[in-house]
């Protein structure tokens, strides 16, 4: 799921061919990322919550908090609030167990750099990186996963699932997530960039104070 970044604007359309075009090599890719069979039902369900759920105050602070540090990486202001809406609606899921949208942030920055564009070069799409085979499997287009909704739908709910099944070891879950377990790098660089989205996981999230020392260890 490591990336490398591309300019949006020149080569959107090829991209978009090139990934419906590949839908039928990337399963065989890369094997183990992504790749639990019960998170097939967990994603579908994701996909399918359209709906955001914010509370007007909290939804005042999120952006004045995070839209100008995300100004850094995104020029678009459409975009931005878009990518934060959406990161903010799928960590909130009501009667889901809460992701933290800092820690959604900081794997996007170090997944994509926030270039909705990106394809790594084990096929991996989009913001969150998310495995090319998921939208055939959900009856989507592979051209979703450029789109910022299906994206961080997607990521969010995989993510939440290795948390989950890591009884909230981020470390361990980062691993599950980037399909490299026993390697220090990925996860080190994530709760690195994480300190950068520092304020987002206090809006109505209780963060729990033992995962996050297990995960800076």
Wanted: aromatic content about 10%.
């Amino acid at each position: 799921m490591r990336r490398s970044s591309f300019s949006a604007s020149a080569w959107a359309a090829s991209t978009a061919c090139a990934l419906l075009a590949g839908l039928a090599l990337a399963p065989r890719a890369e094997a183990g990322a992504q790749r639990d069979p019960a998170l097939r039902p967990i994603v579908q369900r994701a996909i399918s919550r359209a709906q955001c759920f914010l509370n007007r105050f909290d939804a005042a602070v999120w952006y004045t908090l995070m839209e100008p540090r995300l100004a850094r990486y995104v020029p678009n202001a459409a975009e931005r609030l878009s990518i934060l809406k959406q990161v903010y609606c799928a960590t909130h899921q009501p009667g889901k167990a809460k992701v933290p949208p800092g820690l959604v942030l900081a794997v996007m920055q170090v997944e994509s750099d926030f270039n909705r564009w990106a394809v790594s070069r084990s096929g991996a799409v989009g913001l969150m990186q998310v495995m090319p085979y998921w939208p055939e499997r959900l009856g989507m287009k592979g051209y979703e996963l450029v789109r910022v909704a299906p994206n961080i739908r997607m990521g969010c709910a995989i993510l939440r699932y290795y948390l989950q099944a890591a009884h909230d070891d981020v470390r361990l879950a980062l691993e599950e997530y980037n399909g490299s377990v026993g390697h220090a790098f990925y996860p080190n660089r994530v709760l690195s960039a994480w300190e950068h989205w520092n304020g987002a996981d206090n809006l109505g999230f209780p963060v729990r104070a033992a995962a996050r020392d297990r995960a800076r260890r």
